[in-house]
């Protein structure tokens, strides 16, 4: 039997190798794969202050920076875009480093960092409120058509609170300025009727500023808001 196997396998043709075809000339350039850019996903971060106000802001994916929204800005500031009025939107306004420092954060770009600012009724700046006001917001940002592809997402409440009622004061993100200018075009018809209110100026300005520090900052920025 192992015989005839042997027999077998001797008998067993031996396939010739296959003849290789000649290989194409070289110097035809095949196209390349189209480069894809995975978008940036940006930060999004809304906050509650006293007296309804709500401040929104951007934050790049790998830095403290601001999002790059110059595109968004020219249409919430064109006027005849309606854009503001669709997201509910007074105001855009450089964010400031402290109470105690009256003066504008500022980014590696020297440019300073900035808040997209609303203003609703006192008891309607709610944690649901003010996401869905930041919500409709990122719906507008990530629906622009963008040089370079970029999303936003929401990150976040910074809201502060105390025993459930919020307790940021005006002060604590706005330059003087645009505190005396907000307050004068959407709260107060005359810097007399703010400063005769009491409870206003202690939303607005921390305890350390006394009612004379008040008077004169307003004065200050009033004529010229």
């Known amino acids: 039997m192992a015989k005839d196997k042997k027999q077998n396998n001797e008998q067993a043709p031996i396939s010739a190798s296959p003849e290789r075809k000649p290989r194409k000339k070289l110097g035809t350039k095949l196209p390349f ?13 809304v906050v509650g202050a006293q ?22 800005i020219k249409l919430i500031e064109d006027d005849t875009s309606g854009v503001a009025s669709q997201l509910n939107l007074i105001k855009i306004c450089n ?28 008891t309607e700046n709610t944690e649901t409120v003010r996401r869905e006001h930041v919500d409709k917001f990122i719906h507008f ?8 592809p970029q999303q936003f997402a929401f990150q976040g409440d910074e809201t502060k609170h105390v025993n459930g009622s919020i307790i940021g004061t005006w002060d604590m993100y706005l330059l003087n300025m645009d505190i005396t200018s907000i307050l004068k075009h959407y709260l107060y018809d005359d810097v007399g009727y703010f400063l005769e209110d009491k409870e206003a100026v202690a939303a607005v300005f921390a305890k350390s500023m006394t009612e004379n520090k008040v008077r004169e900052c307003i004065a200050f920025h009033w004529l010229n808001a």
């Not at 480093?97 to 009256?102: F, I, V, Y």
């Not at 590696?108 to 808040?115: H, L, M, V």
């Not at 940002?141 to 370079?148: P, R």
């Open 33 to 45: 794969s189209p480069k894809i850019r995975t978008p940036n996903v940006n930060k999004v971060f």
């Open 51 to 72: 007296l309804g106000l709500i401040l929104i802001r951007t934050e790049k994916q790998n830095s403290k920076d601001d999002a790059f929204t110059n595109d968004a």
């Open 141 to 148: 940002l990530n629906n622009i058509t963008w040089k370079y």
């Open 95 to 122: 964010r400031r480093e402290s109470q105690l420092m009256d003066k504008a954060i500022m980014q590696t770009t020297n440019y300073a960092s900035q808040w997209f600012i609303s203003i609703v009724e006192d």
